[in-house]
């Protein structure tokens, strides 16, 4: 007789979810479903809204990722403003935006995936977790709170507090950086260095350990999508979409954001509130492709500072040219991590940081924009369409977790074919598929909005608790 396995909730991940593992009569693995179990409804409830308000409003879809829907959506302000942004404001947003890559990947890295990877996937449940984390390397528990602390710390001198800053706005930010602020976060730059470099250390010896779950967890082919800079380089707040094979090949290059829906398409299932992005081109389901860290780094010729850019060399030369392999996010956020700080460094000696230029006044010149920032978790879209008088008529939100959900669906799979063997299930098998999971690190908060129609079901009863009548769609 066929089984089903349901692991519910998924732990250690942002938001609501559950994995079914559905076996054959001979207990093998048949198939493997990811399942997105909660909604939110950002997309529709933005509409008739101003567009001044939508980096607030959208901001608030996350308490992890509030920065970058603030980066997004100001840039679709700035498109429907149609204005430049002074180089001041533009170099504050990435300033913020790189302070967001890093204490997000700090949390991912040392918090939710750190108990698997330091403690062991088949360590004791009650223990593998930040407690027991805390527990077993202390000083490593507190280098990634205090890493995390670092990146946070910098939003809130850019933007005035840690979580939903009220900050960017269209046509650039609210207010610059001060001198202390630019010395309180000079200070603190090193020990995040030290601390970022001695956790890529750490993973490279990991990788000897989990030799079957670096060939198994998310290891196939597919497509990446990310930003780069005019020369290639990698680019996390401006530059153009690039598309990559699993060889290597770009297949769309230097395309710009308002023409994502050329490459783009959207698909749903009954079976989970988080739609199914995937490459036009090659349709649903064949054009599967992957966002965030991994694909970043597939995607650029180089990084474009000095220590991550030999991290990355020697990255490709362990995962290949192009890296295949979910399990190597967590290499790749970390790698990241080091070159964002780099980024900062070199920020904060730019002398234009002081300008006091930092907003572009003007009404409404364009009734549709498209703003795309690269998110922790990959590339993020902010699609408004607005009337006369600048009103919201329409959104649509591209959500780097959303993109990555076909190669999610495919990963639990691929686990579970790899490690899950009925009738007896033994726990550290199903965090393995958990696990596979928390390598994309997903924010599902951030990811299901208005596409499709909600079920819902309503039951009648009477005052002495009879039904009278039930009604669902």
């Given at each position: 007789?066929?089984?089903?396995?349901?692991?519910?909730?998924?732990?250690?991940?942002?938001?609501?979810?559950?994995?079914?593992?559905?076996?054959?009569?001979?207990?093998?693995?048949?198939?493997?479903?990811?399942?997105?179990?909660?909604?939110?409804?950002?997309?529709?409830?933005?509409?008739?809204?101003?567009?001044?308000?939508?980096?607030?409003?959208?901001?608030?879809?996350?308490?992890?990722?509030?920065?970058?829907?603030?980066?997004?959506?100001?840039?679709?302000?700035?498109?429907?403003?149609?204005?430049?942004?002074?180089?001041?404001?533009?170099?504050?947003?990435?300033?913020?935006?790189?302070?967001?890559?890093?204490?997000?990947?700090?949390?991912?890295?040392?918090h939710l995936s750190g108990p698997d990877l330091l403690l062991g996937f088949d360590s004791d449940p009650a223990t593998r977790n930040v407690f027991g984390l805390i527990a077993a390397n202390p000083?490593?528990?507190?280098?990634?709170?205090?890493?995390?602390?670092?990146?946070?710390?910098?939003?809130?001198?850019l933007g005035g507090r840690k979580i939903h800053p009220a900050w960017s706005v269209p046509g650039g930010v609210r207010s610059g950086l001060s001198d202390e602020s630019r010395m309180a976060i000079?200070?603190?730059?090193?020990?995040?260095?030290?601390?970022?470099?001695?956790?890529?250390?750490?993973?490279?010896?990991?990788?000897?350990?989990?030799?079957?779950?670096?060939?198994?967890?998310?290891?196939?082919?597919?497509?990446?999508?990310?930003?780069?800079?005019?020369?290639?380089?990698?680019?996390?707040?401006?530059?153009?979409?690039?598309?990559?094979?699993?060889?290597?090949?770009?297949?769309?290059?230097?395309?710009?954001?308002?023409?994502?829906?050329?490459?783009?398409?959207?698909?749903?299932?009954?079976?989970?509130?988080?739609?199914?992005?995937?490459?036009?081109?090659?349709?649903?389901?064949?054009?599967?492709?992957?966002?965030?860290?991994?694909?970043?780094?597939?995607?650029?010729?180089?990084?474009?500072?000095?220590?991550?850019?030999?991290?990355?060399?020697?990255?490709?030369?362990?995962?290949?040219?192009?890296?295949?392999?979910?399990?190597?996010?967590?290499?790749?956020?970390?790698?990241?991590?080091?070159?964002?700080?780099?980024?900062?460094?070199?920020?904060?000696?730019?002398?234009?940081?002081?300008?006091?230029?930092?907003?572009?006044?003007?009404?409404?010149?364009?009734?549709?924009?498209?703003?795309?920032?690269?998110?922790?978790?990959?590339?993020?879209?902010?699609?408004?369409?607005?009337?006369?008088?600048?009103?919201?008529?329409?959104?649509?939100?591209?959500?780097?977790?959303?993109?990555?959900?076909?190669?999610?669906?495919?990963?639990?799979?691929?686990?579970?074919?790899?490690?899950?063997?009925?009738?007896?299930?033994?726990?550290?098998?199903?965090?393995?598929?958990?696990?596979?999971?928390?390598?994309?690190?997903?924010?599902?908060?951030?990811?299901?909005?208005?596409?499709?129609?909600?079920?819902?079901?309503?039951?009648?009863?009477?005052?002495?608790?009879?039904?009278?009548?039930?009604?669902?769609?």
């Amino acid at each position: 007789m066929s089984q089903r396995i349901v692991i519910d909730p998924v732990t250690r991940i942002e938001g609501h979810a559950k994995i079914s593992i559905y076996l054959d009569d001979a207990g093998e693995v048949s198939d493997a479903r990811f399942h997105v179990t909660e909604f939110r409804g950002f997309e529709r409830f933005c509409e008739g809204r101003p567009f001044w308000e939508m980096p607030a409003i959208t901001a608030r879809i996350c308490g992890i990722c509030p920065v970058s829907h603030l980066m997004a959506s100001a840039k679709a302000g700035d498109g429907i403003l149609a204005v430049d942004i002074p180089p001041a404001a533009d170099k504050l947003r990435r300033l913020m935006n790189l302070a967001q890559i890093v204490q997000s990947h700090a949390l991912s890295f040392f918090h939710l995936s750190g108990p698997d990877l330091l403690l062991g996937f088949d360590s004791d449940p009650a223990t593998r977790n930040v407690f027991g984390l805390i527990a077993a390397n202390p000083d490593l528990a507190r280098g990634g709170i205090r890493l995390r602390q670092f990146g946070q710390e910098i939003i809130e001198h850019l933007g005035g507090r840690k979580i939903h800053p009220a900050w960017s706005v269209p046509g650039g930010v609210r207010s610059g950086l001060s001198d202390e602020s630019r010395m309180a976060i000079r200070l603190k730059l090193p020990e995040a260095l030290s601390t970022a470099r001695g956790a890529i250390g750490l993973f490279k010896k990991m990788l000897d350990q989990y030799p079957g779950e670096a060939a198994s967890f998310g290891a196939f082919d597919s497509l990446f999508l990310g930003l780069v800079a005019d020369d290639g380089s990698w680019e996390h707040y401006g530059g153009k979409l690039r598309v990559v094979d699993s060889s290597g090949a770009v297949l769309e290059d230097h395309v710009d954001a308002a023409r994502y829906a050329e490459i783009i398409g959207e698909a749903v299932e009954p079976w989970s509130y988080l739609k199914f992005p995937y490459y036009k081109p090659r349709g649903y389901p064949d054009g599967m492709y992957r966002v965030g860290p991994l694909a970043r780094i597939n995607v650029c010729r180089s990084f474009g500072t000095p220590q991550a850019d030999d991290e990355l060399i020697e990255l490709r030369q362990r995962g290949g040219q192009t890296i295949k392999a979910s399990f190597l996010y967590h290499y790749a956020r970390l790698v990241e991590i080091l070159g964002a700080l780099e980024r900062i460094a070199r920020l904060l000696d730019d002398p234009e940081l002081s300008s006091k230029r930092l907003r572009a006044d003007a009404g409404v010149n364009r009734l549709e924009s498209v703003g795309v920032s690269e998110a922790p978790r990959g590339t993020l879209f902010h699609h408004y369409k607005v009337d006369e008088h600048g009103l919201i008529t329409s959104v649509n939100l591209i959500i780097a977790t959303g993109q990555n959900n076909l190669a999610m669906n495919r990963t639990v799979a691929q686990i579970a074919r790899r490690f899950v063997r009925g009738p007896k299930i033994a726990e550290g098998m199903l965090n393995r598929v958990e696990a596979g999971i928390r390598a994309f690190d997903p924010c599902l908060s951030c990811s299901t909005h208005a596409a499709g129609q909600m079920p819902l079901e309503v039951s009648l009863f009477d005052a002495g608790g009879a039904l009278l009548d039930t009604v669902a769609r």
